[in-house]
């Protein structure tokens, strides 16, 4: 008997044991519940205007006029008074010190936030008279954390055109370098990858996102630190990809080595939200002292490995890894690197 009692006290207990513990869950479950709804409450403060017009084809002017920026609840500019005008088909170059504004230009440009004051403009469009599905319709945007979605590769492609044949995902695939990988997967382009890419390597994942970028044939392109955490090799087909897709295209890239700079069109010095210089690489290195410091600096720090064929370490101004890239070894650095000095000192 007393066997028996104990063994119904431990079907008695265990039950209320696992209640508390349930009650512990639905606790938790709530307080998140709670967040989710407050995300999802929130107020979009970009919205269409109601008198907004859809942007027509644009030829990718760009124009920052006296823009200042500001984020909600703080006292200082972000951006001050920055000022300049970017031709269509021309890239430009963006360089400074962590918090000087970089990521806040690009993210004006597709309306990710809405000026303080000033405007931004294409073709002579304000971007806050236009709707923002044909505005971000003509802008493509690669970024150092690539998104894909959970479904096939060739439905990641896709995703900016839906409508878009087999033919053309092949091509844009084939254009971004991503073509061959993609076959050596066990079902191809119905290989199906999981949340945020999981299946694919980094740099697969970034010839992905190039692909649906030339897929979508923007206009305008946004690059921000698009070959990070990447070996030598792999590096070397993204800036074959990347080149392919700027290609007539006006390109905004965040960059960091001067190997990148060096072919832009324009260079965009930042310094705490203000221009400090503007021009082309050798123009910069005569008249701007921020330059020339800059360069010196990566000069310093991004030297050559000192074995023959062993990858070049990336130097770093301000902790970003470079978008656009010349060479992907350490022969190429060792040569991009005395071709740079050879430069300082004829500045």
């Given at each position: 008997?007393?066997?028996?009692?104990?063994?119904?006290l431990?079907?008695?207990?265990?039950?209320?044991m696992?209640l508390?513990f349930?009650?512990?869950?639905?606790?938790r479950?709530?307080?998140?519940?709670d967040?989710i709804?407050?995300v999802?409450?929130?107020?979009?403060?970009?919205?269409?205007k109601?008198?907004a017009k859809?942007?027509?084809?644009?030829?990718g002017?760009?124009t920052?006029d006296?823009?200042?920026f500001r984020?909600i609840?703080?006292?200082e500019?972000?951006l001050?008074?920055?000022?300049?005008?970017?031709?269509?088909?021309q890239?430009?170059?963006?360089?400074?010190a962590t918090?000087?504004?970089?990521s806040?230009?690009i993210?004006?440009?597709?309306?990710?936030y809405?000026?303080t004051e000033?405007?931004?403009?294409i073709?002579?469009?304000?971007?806050?008279?236009v709707?923002?599905?044909s505005l971000?319709s003509q802008?493509g945007i690669?970024?150092?954390?690539t998104?894909l979605?959970?479904?096939?590769?060739?439905?990641?492609?896709?995703?900016?055109?839906?409508?878009?044949?087999?033919e053309d995902?092949?091509a844009?695939a084939k254009a971004a370098?991503?073509?061959?990988?993609i076959?050596?997967?066990p079902?191809?382009y119905?290989?199906?990858v999981?949340e945020?890419?999981v299946?694919l390597?980094?740099?697969?994942?970034q010839?992905v996102?190039?692909?649906?970028?030339?897929?979508?044939?923007?206009?305008i392109?946004?690059?921000?630190?698009?070959?990070s955490?990447v070996d030598?090799?792999?590096?070397y087909?993204i800036?074959?990809a990347?080149d392919k897709l700027m290609v007539?295209r006006?390109s905004f890239?965040?960059?960091?080595?001067i190997?990148?700079?060096?072919?832009?069109?324009l260079v965009?010095?930042?310094d705490k939200?203000?221009?400090?210089?503007l021009?082309?690489?050798e123009t910069l290195?005569?008249?701007?002292?921020?330059?020339?410091?800059?360069v010196?600096?990566q000069l310093r720090?991004?030297?050559p490995a000192p074995l023959a064929g062993?990858a070049?370490g990336n130097g770093?101004?301000d902790?970003?890894?470079v978008?656009?890239?010349?060479?992907?070894?350490?022969?190429g650095?060792?040569?991009?690197?005395?071709?740079q000095?050879?430069?300082?000192?004829e500045s």
């Open positions: 008997e007393l066997v028996a009692f104990i063994s119904y431990n079907f008695l207990v265990q039950p209320i696992t508390g349930l009650s512990g869950l639905v606790v479950a709530a307080v998140s519940a967040r709804y407050e999802l409450d929130a107020k979009n403060e970009v919205v269409d109601p008198d859809t942007l027509p084809a644009i030829r002017e760009v920052f006296h823009v200042h984020y609840g703080q006292n500019d972000v001050k008074g920055v000022s300049f005008t970017v031709e269509p088909g890239t430009l170059a963006v360089l400074g918090g000087s504004g970089k806040t230009i993210n004006l440009l597709p309306r990710f809405d000026v000033g405007a931004v403009r073709d002579g469009h304000d971007v806050r008279d709707t923002l599905d971000r802008i690669v970024l150092q954390e998104t979605f959970s479904g096939t590769i060739r439905d990641n492609i896709r995703y900016g055109r839906p409508d878009a044949s087999d995902v092949v844009a370098q991503a073509h061959p990988f076959l050596e997967q079902e191809g119905e290989t199906r999981g945020r890419g299946g390597s980094g740099g697969q994942r010839r996102a190039i692909a649906r970028a030339l897929l979508l044939d923007p206009r392109l946004i690059l921000d630190d698009s070959t955490a030598a090799e792999t590096e087909q800036q074959q990347l007539g006006t890239v965040i960059a960091q080595r190997s990148t700079v060096r072919n832009a069109d965009l010095v930042l939200g203000k221009i400090g210089g021009g082309t690489h290195m005569m008249d701007s002292p921020l330059y020339a410091e800059i010196q600096s720090e991004d030297k062993e070049s770093a101004v902790g970003e890894t978008v656009r890239v010349n060479g992907s070894s350490s022969n650095a060792a040569a991009e690197q005395t071709e000095e050879e430069m300082v000192r």
